[in-house]
DNA sequence: TATTGTTATACTCTATAACTATA
DNA sequence: TATAGTTATAGAGTATAACAATA
C-alpha cells in the first residue's frame, strides 16, 4: 500500500551531482508516510475538489467566472422567472450571502432582478442577452478544457461512475 | 436526462388535503431544473464534500475534532520527528496558519513543539500519550461510522473505485 | 403573523508580507 | 543570505439575527 516514489527510485538520481529543485533546496528529505490518510475518503474528496475548482478557474479565466458564478448563471438559464429565495436554496447558498452575489453578477450586466408583479416582495431573476452569450461561451470552454481533461486522466466511463457517485452522495448521504 | 421527481410524480398528492411540510408552508413551487449542473463534476464533488465532512464532523463529535486536525493527528503519529513545516506542507497547509492550529492541539495535550537539537529554529512535533488515545478512538468511530455509513450507501467496491479516483485527481490534475 | 430581500455581523479558511531567531 | 516559526492582516466563504416592505 502507499505505493511511494521514494527517492532511490528516482532514475534522474546520481546523474547530476546537484539537482537542486526549487522546492527542495536545502531539506532533502525523506518524503512523509501518508499511512491511513490514503484511506480517508474525506481527505481525497477534499483535495480533489480543490484541485478541480484550480482547474475550473484557470479553464474560465478569460470570462471571469467561479464555480459558484458559472452555477447560478446555468440554474437561471434552465429556470428564469424564479425568485432569489428559490434559485439560493437549490445551490445550497443562504440568502444573505446571495444578495452581494447577485450584485456582482448585475452589475456585469449578466443577469437582472425584476419585482414580481403577484409578489412585490420577490425579485424575479433573468439572464441578460450578455449573460446569456458568457454563459454559453463558460459552458464551450468548461467542455472543451475542463470536463476535457478529467475525461482524459479517468476515461470516460469512469468519469460518468465517479459523476454519479458523488451525486449519491450528495443526494443520500 | 435529469430524471426529475415532478409533483405529478408523488404518489402522497390528493390523499391529505394540505401537507403542509416544513419547507414548503408557502410556496408549493415545482421543483427548480438542475439541466447541465448534473453533469458538472465540480458541482456534484463540491456538495459531497460537504456531506462528508457534515458526518464526519458527527461521527467524531465526541472527540471535538474536525477532519483537518484528525489528519493532522494521523500524520504525526505516522511520521514522529518531523518539523512544523514538513507536516503543514503535506497536508497543504500553509505555515502560518498551521501555528493557530498547533496551539490548539498543544492546548488539549495532544501534541506537543519540541526544539530541534540538530537545527534549533525548528520545532519537532510529537503526539502525546493522550494524543495517541484520541487518535486512537478517532479512528475507531470513523471506521465503526463514517466510513461504514460510505460503505452502505456505495457498496464496499464502488467505495474503493471512488477513493483511488479521488487520489488519482488530487495527485495528477 | 409570515415571507422576501436586505443589512450587519461574526467566525472560519485561506493567502501574503514581514518580523525573530537561528543557520 | 536563507530558513523555521511566528505575527499581523486581508480576503473569501459561511452562518445567524433583525429590519423594512409586502403578503
Redesign the pocket.
Known sequence: MTVSKTAAADPARGARPARKEPAE???ETTPLQMGELSELLGYSL?RAQ?KIF?DFLRCVAPLQL???QFSVLLLLDQNPGR??????NTL????????????GLESRDLCV?M???????????MLTDKGRAVLSRAKKLVAAKHEARLNELLGSANRAALLEMLATIAREF
Open positions: 533546496t536545502a531539506a477534499k480543490l484550480e467561479t464555480p459558484a425568485n432569489q429565495t428559490e434559485i439560493a445550497g447558498i443562504l440568502r444573505p450571502n446571495f444578495v452581494a452575489m447577485l450584485d432582478r419585482r414580481s408583479t403577484n409578489d412585490r416582495r420577490s425579485h424575479i431573476l
